[in-house]
């Protein structure tokens, strides 16, 4: 087995069934807690492949019975590469969702454009949905481009008026 791939403390390989069974477990274990009794119904989650947004999503469907739209902007996989993990965890999610029958749709597109918002709303009124009664805004974009204009805009988290230290840690290697 090859070792994972890592640039910069970020792991660049993927492991599609270690996605899918992840989310799967993320699923099977929000069933087991008690339902919501007063949720949303109808949720759009604009960056819903991982982290808050798959989080959101899961508890909106599983926990509240929520119809749920995802949008994220996911790679396939192609003869060459594996898509990437959102991807799979978006393929997993869609799959538990059908097999408990509650609606759930996943747009593959970028959130920033107007054409993806235009999108959205025409297959969300397509398929019946109600109007959102919940929209969570999870994308982790570190930059867009504003189509209107060209302007590009970047976005970090970091400490305003003085340099950022701390440790760090290579996961690559272990080493702090």
Request: one cysteine or more; proline letters at 7%.
């Amino acid at each position: 087995m090859k070792p994972p791939r890592v640039i910069g403390g970020v792991c660049l390989s993927v492991n599609p069934k270690g996605c899918m069974a992840a989310v799967r477990k993320w699923i099977s274990d929000e069933k087991t807690k008690p339902a919501f009794s007063s949720g949303p119904k109808s949720v759009l989650v604009l960056g819903c492949s991982g982290g808050y947004g798959l989080a959101a999503r899961v508890v909106a469907a599983f926990g509240a019975g929520a119809q749920t739209f995802g949008v994220s902007f996911e790679r396939p996989p192609t003869v060459k590469r594996r898509g990437t993990p959102g991807w799979y965890n978006n393929l997993a999610f869609d799959s538990v969702a059908a097999e408990s029958e509650l609606f759930a749709e996943t747009l593959v597109a970028d959130a920033f454009l107007d054409e993806t918002r235009q999108a959205v709303i025409t297959r969300a009124r397509e398929r019946g949905m109600p109007p959102f009664d919940l929209v969570v805004y999870s994308l982790a974009a570190p930059q867009r481009t504003e189509p209107a204009t060209g302007v590009t805009y970047r976005s970090a988290i970091k400490p305003i008026g003085h340099a950022l230290t701390g440790q760090t840690l290579d996961v690559a290697s272990g080493v702090l």
